[in-house]
T-cell receptor, first 113, second 114 residues
Framework: GENVEQHPSTLSVQEGDSAVIKCTYS??????FPWYKQELGKRPQLIIDIRSNVGEKKDQRIAVTLNKTAKHFSLHITETQPEDSAVYFC????????????FGKGTMLLVSP | SQTIHQWPATLVQPVGSPLSLECTVEGTSNPNLYWYRQAAGRGLQLLFYSVGIGQISSEVPQNLSASRPQDRQFILSSKKLLLSDSGFYLCAWSLAGTANTEAFFGQGTRLTVV
């Protein structure tokens, strides 16, 4: 089955800096890669996703890049703000009738004012 | 709009006691339904998924079971809880018949087995 590795497990940055979280996956058939943000005690919520037919996607301060050959994808947050502090999860799934997402272990991002 | 309800929000149960967590979805038909568990400091582990009434697939062998008695109802159960069952349980749904779409999560149930 799919295996998703996520690094780093914790990331501390100063407000205004950029943050990068990296994930690798094992199943070459995976072609959907969402990123979820989970604030303390709350449910995970989708912040951005990318499909295998594109290499990069951007939404304001958030961007995701995908390298299918190397089987890795990354989340980039620019101009970080304290409200970006949360746990971020990457995930991967195959193209099938249901999205059984395989998640990474998460990255706790701490943005200091 | 679609909503997902999960209860209870918190639960403290003794070892060996039974468990029943319920999840319902509103505003959509025939959703794909999922149960995930999040242990402290770890990622989200898929426990069960269902593509229709009575259709349950298990990802991880354990002392938990799931049932889908109605189209938009998903129940997670155990006959006898273990200490290792403690964690944050999340129900989720996604659109049926479409590949690779967003999973929407419920608020979660924090289970502590004592």
């Amino acid at each position: 089955g799919e295996n998703v590795e996520q690094h780093p497990s914790t990331l501390s940055v100063q407000e205004g800096d950029s943050a990068v979280i990296k994930c690798t996956y094992s199943d070459s058939a995976s072609n959907y890669f969402p990123w979820y943000k989970q604030e303390l005690g709350k449910r995970p919520q989708l912040i951005i996703d990318i499909r295998s037919n594109v290499g990069e996607k951007k939404d304001q301060r958030i961007a995701v890049t995908l390298n299918k050959t190397a089987k890795h994808f990354s989340l980039h947050i620019t101009e970080t703000q304290p409200e970006d502090s949360a746990v971020y999860f990457c995930a991967a799934s195959r193209n099938s009738g249901y999205s059984t997402l395989t998640f990474g272990k998460g990255t706790m991002l701490l943005v200091s004012p | 709009s679609q909503t997902i309800h999960q209860w209870p929000a918190t639960l403290v149960q003794p070892v060996g006691s039974p468990l029943s967590l319920e999840c319902t979805v509103e505003g959509t038909s025939n959703p794909n339904l999922y149960w995930y568990r999040q242990a402290a400091g770890r990622g989200l582990q898929l426990l069960f998924y269902s593509v229709g009434i009575g259709q349950i697939s298990s990802e991880v062998p354990q002392n938990l079971s799931a049932s889908r008695p109605q189209d938009r109802q998903f129940i997670l159960s155990s006959k006898k809880l273990l200490l290792s069952d403690s964690g944050f349980y999340l129900c989720a749904w996604s659109l049926a018949g479409t590949a690779n779409t967003e999973a929407f999560f419920g608020q979660g149930t924090r289970l502590t087995v004592v």
